[in-house]
């Protein structure tokens, strides 16, 4: 159910917060395809030659993992949200 399913992003939220590697492998892996095409969207045309969306992505959550203790989000869409901010900075 729906609320199954918001418990167990909310469970994996609080772990991912707290520290647990799996889980925010988890997490990110569930938004990557959609914060991939977000990135490549952001990136110019003269940039396109230079980098991809993939790139972007992996490189934002990597920097997104040393500050996920920030994050104080309570949903999927919270998380995307605060996780396209981190992809703005390096595509734009």
């Keep these: 159910t729906d609320d199954a399913s918001s418990d ?17 492998t988890e997490l990110f892996a569930a938004l990557r395809h959609q914060l991939v095409t977000f990135a490549d969207r952001q990136i110019g045309p003269r940039m396109r030659a230079k980098i991809d969306g993939s790139d972007v992505v992996q490189q934002s959550l990597m920097d997104a993992t040393r500050a996920i203790e920030t994050f104080d989000g309570r949903t999927r869409a919270d998380l995307l949200a605060w996780l396209r901010g981190w992809i703005k900075g390096p595509a734009a």
């Design 8 to 24: 167990t992003w909310r469970t994996l939220l609080e772990s991912a917060r707290g520290g647990c590697r799996k889980s925010q």
